[in-house]
């Protein structure tokens, strides 16, 4: 499966599985990212932590390890 942090800049992408645990996930899922929203990756940082996606129609700011536990096709 391809992570969050696998996408490009300018690509949608749908979530299927968040594979974080307790708090983490629970984060993860306050900022509105669930199963089957769509996630559009606006820009990464020249350094590739943070990467800052749009998401229910606002934009948010994500550091590369919590990517990495969002899987999406």
Known sequence: ???LREAKIG???KVTKLTGEGALKRR??????TRGV?????KVAP???????TVRG????LR???ADLIEVE
């Open 1 to 3: 499966m391809k992570t």
């Open 11 to 13: 690509e949608t992408v």
């Open 28 to 33: 993860i899922m306050d900022m509105g990212i």
């Open 38 to 42: 769509d996630v559009y990756i606006r």
């Open 47 to 53: 350094l590739g932590d943070p990467i800052e996606v």
């Open 58 to 61: 606002y934009e948010l700011s």
């Open 64 to 66: 590369k390890s919590d």
